[in-house]
């Protein structure tokens, strides 16, 4: 059963408070402040959800109370309503700034009030239930790694030590171990890239079909394990500034996609131009194609549908491909083949005009 939420009601007008606090006492917990000072001291013990404050108040204005309360990190989720008999355009601006979530203005109209406690309320819902999901999985994921590193450890030295016929047992450990290895680095780079903006000022200038050749070889066993043939075209001096790292992660969720999905014997096409001031890279495969009802989710975190289609699994890589590329000012996209398959058109700000050249692999 969830529980009752709790809302400060903190005016200097003690006919406006009780008023307010009848208004709702049938559907949430309530208190009252008459002034911001009282408001403060009250936080750590009310613990409100959400709180109406004034902005015209004596001792300490409602403009200053909430920023005091957005210093403390405990009460970081807590929503904030600026009420005030007389709003302009810089007000409303002053209060966001403060950190305020919305404004309402005096009186009250009872259904607009109670429809944007109601909003705000479930909005701090959902980034609570968000932000224990990323500790959670930022926390499974680094207590994991360690055993994950010492079987994969162990493993591969008895890889070493036994014959042939029970090697095969190693390999299916280690293949697996690998597996959730990888799982536990998607994990923790997709809750670093949601958590927190991305930092590209150490960038630098590379060569697109650099990254995506390196990347590929990186992939060699998994691509002649399918008999893949890879071609690439295009202007594949084409360059781009990028934290390198990043660009090369984003890349090579992007491809991997691609083989994992390809046919055996399939093609893996990448086609790299220069449009207007953009860099464009198109990766297409030979694959199944993607679920179209999966097309509106396909980029999201965690996503699950039909194992048949393109789109499978957690989801998590594409997901992280899409961080990376709209962080450096880019986008990507992803339709069905006309004939077959999946493509994936990516665009990234170019950083000069490309020389234009074809190769092969």
Known sequence: MPSVKKILIVDDGRAIRHWTQTLFANDYIT???????????????????LILLDVEMPRLNGLETCKRIRRDPNFRFVKIIFVSGNITIADRMAGYEAGGDDYVTKPYDEGELFAKVKTLLRLKNEEELNHLKSNFLSLISHETRTPINGILGCAELLNNCIDEKNRQLTEGILQSGRQMHRLIENVLLICKLKSTPMVTQH????????????QLKEMEHAILQKNLSIALNGNIFANVEACTTLLDKGFCCVLENAVKFSAPGGQIKIDISERDTNCVVQISDQGPGINPAAMD?????FAISDVTHHHNGLGISLSIAKQIFEGHGGTIKA??????????????PSANKCVAATAAI
């Not at 590379?206 to 050749?213: F, L, R, Y």
């Open 31 to 49: 208190d009252q402040a008459g002034d911001g000072e009282e408001a403060l001291a009250k936080l750590p013990v009310f613990k409100p959800d």
């Open 203 to 214: 960038k630098e200038r590379k060569q697109v079909g650099m990254i995506v050749q390196n």
């Open 297 to 301: 989710t396909i980029f999201d975190e």
């Open 335 to 348: 339709e069905n083949g006309r004939k077959q398959g999946a493509v994936f058109t990516i665009t990234l």
